[in-house]
Each structure stands twice: as structure tokens, then as C-alpha cells.
């Protein structure tokens, strides 16, 4: 899976998504940001913003900056954002594998089912952490594969499709934390029937 395969897949997912994708996802994304705890003048990425579901989540009292590799779903945010989410909130079309940030950019870093989505999960995982400020904290909700049968199988039958549906659909979360030197905080299952992951780790 390359750049320009996540490109088309999600310019087709973008008009849909909210619709497809907004409720299964909401409850992960809704206890990512209450575990961040903000203070007031904090700067915040977030990797893979897509069409910004997200960002009426965060306080007004904080600057958010959202990332995409997708045109098609940037597009939907800006106009869901356009009046509709007091703050700060700045949107980039931008591949989370090559940021053109300074290091030590941001306070927190949130990325949200994104890891399986990019082709090199570990050069977005470094730039993350040459972005965000030592200490920092990172939080990546993603699904990770599972050990159990039945799902196992859905993501052996994924695997040939993997260009078209946009995302790695086997990527083991032992597999992410040996490539990915991360110092995590806790672990928590979430969405439905936990099939989900949020890790919440400081910048080492």
C-alpha cells in the first residue's frame, strides 16, 4: 500500500464517512481527549484529522492543528469547522511520514485510527515524536489485530484488498511497540466489543 492507494481510498470514503464511520468510532475518539488533560494555551496535532469529527471535542482555550494526507476529507472538515468550532484550529494537507514542523512543536500529539492507514507506520511515529516536545504526551487510537478466530479470519480475508479499503488490515500492536521506542503510560480498550486500542505514552 502507497500514498496514492490511501489517496483514492479515501476520496471515496470522504463524502460518507461521518455517515459510516462517525458513531462507531465517537466513543474512542471522545475518551482520547478526555484522558489528554489541557492546559489553556497548549498547542495540539492531530495526525490524520480527516473530516474533523474530533475537533469540536477539544476546549476552546487550546490551538489544534489537524494533519491529512487527504484532500477529499480536509475539504469536508474545513467546512464543517467553518463557524462551527470555537478555538483555534488550523488544518494542512501534509503526510504524517515527512512533517514540515520544527521539532518540538506541540505539547500533546493525538493520532486516531491512522497507523494502519499510513504505508511506514514507524516514520510517522519518529516524525511524532521529533514534533511533539520531550515529555510530551502521544496518544494513538488504532485497531490492532486480533488473536481471536473469527476476527482473525476477516483480517486474512482483508489482506488481498488492502489498496482498495485504504489501511493495513492486519498490523499486530506487539509489532507497533517493538518498532516504535515509546515510553506508554496505560493501555485501554474501546469502541465496540474493544476491538480497539488507545495507548497513552510519553515522549522519551
Excluded at 465517537?26 to 469529527?53: C, P, S
Excluded at 485504504?166 to 516504535?180: A, D
Aim: charged share 20%; aromatic share 10%.
Amino acid at each position: 500500500m502507497d500514498e496514492q492507494s490511501v489517496i483514492k481510498a479515501y476520496k471515496r470514503y470522504a463524502r460518507n464517512y461521518d455517515r459510516i464511520f462517525g458513531k462507531i468510532f465517537d466513543h474512542g475518539r471522545r475518551v482520547l481527549i478526555n484522558k489528554m488533560g489541557f492546559t489553556a494555551g497548549q498547542r495540539i496535532l492531530e495526525v490524520g484529522v480527516g473530516t474533523g469529527l474530533s475537533l469540536p471535542m477539544y476546549p476552546p482555550d487550546i490551538s489544534v492543528v489537524g494533519i491529512d494526507l487527504s484532500p477529499h476529507m480536509l475539504w469536508v472538515a474545513r467546512n464543517y469547522i467553518n463557524g462551527n468550532v470555537p478555538g483555534t484550529r488550523c488544518l494542512s494537507l501534509m503526510d504524517a511520514q515527512q512533517m514540515s514542523f520544527a521539532d518540538n512543536s506541540f505539547d500533546k500529539v493525538a493520532v486516531m485510527y491512522v497507523v494502519t492507514v499510513v504505508p511506514h507506520p514507524e516514520w510517522m511515529m519518529e516524525e511524532i515524536r521529533r514534533v511533539c516536545k520531550p515529555g510530551g504526551d502521544i496518544f494513538v487510537l488504532n485497531h490492532f489485530s486480533n488473536h481471536r478466530l473469527v476476527p482473525r479470519m476477516v483480517e486474512t480475508a482483508l489482506l488481498p484488498f488492502q489498496n482498495l479499503i485504504g489501511f493495513h488490515p492486519r498490523y499486530s500492536m506487539e509489532q507497533f511497540l517493538r518498532q516504535n521506542p515509546l515510553q506508554v503510560v496505560d493501555t485501554r480498550r474501546v469502541n465496540l466489543l474493544g476491538f480497539w486500542t488507545l495507548i497513552h505514552a510519553r515522549n522519551n
